[in-house]
């Protein structure tokens, strides 16, 4: 069995490489050599993958935002009822937060140093993504009007995207503390 198909691109390298220095020294205080340093090549020899650094930050942020949305929208349509929807979209959220805490941080830090018609498609995205989440909500909690379904929305995924600052278990222990607290925190949203 071949190691290849399991190998990231160059690419995808790369952006791994951007998250993670972005993550810890923030979008401006990273050079595209540092980047280039981590995957072993020149500074200048990742224009041949991205036009520029905010090229790979918008590709990260993008990227992320549609991944959520994709995925959400795909566990939803796999669910037996509303209650196994919301369930498969908080583990989905949980294991993507854990898995990515590079990409959190970035997000929640560097959002704004997008440009502004790549921030727009993010949160474009985004809205999606917290209204694939409303609809669910409003199904299981009827009496939750969907502005207050919105708002418990944002705030799981506050509880949630916390990880890269909160990961004082061991992963699946974290995973089960998430999930129950998220749980927990949409049945007591008041109506």
Request: aromatic share 6%; charged share 25%; proline share 4%.
């Amino acid at each position: 069995m071949s190691t290849d198909a399991a190998k990231p691109s160059r690419r995808e390298q790369i952006l791994s490489a951007a998250a993670e220095k972005f993550a810890r020294f923030g979008f401006h205080g990273v050079g595209i050599d540092d980047i280039g340093a981590a995957v072993g090549i020149s500074g200048p020899a990742l224009y041949r993958h991205f036009r520029s650094k905010d090229a790979m930050l918008a590709e990260l942020l993008t990227g992320i935002s549609d991944r959520l949305l994709l995925g959400g929208q795909d566990r939803v349509g796999a669910a037996a009822d509303a209650r196994d929807a919301l369930d498969r979209l908080v583990r989905w959220h949980v294991e993507f937060a854990l898995s990515n805490p590079a990409l959190i941080t970035v997000h929640m830090r560097d959002l704004d140093s997008l440009a502004d018609a790549d921030r727009h498609k993010v949160r474009e995205l985004q809205r999606s993504y917290v209204e694939v989440w409303v609809d669910v909500l409003c199904r299981i909690r009827p009496d939750l009007d969907r502005p207050t379904a919105r708002a418990a929305a944002h705030a799981v995924f506050g509880l949630i995207n916390s990880t890269p600052y909160s990961a004082h278990l061991d992963a699946e222990a974290m995973s089960r503390l998430l999930r129950s607290m998220a749980h927990g925190a949409i049945e007591s949203a008041p109506s």
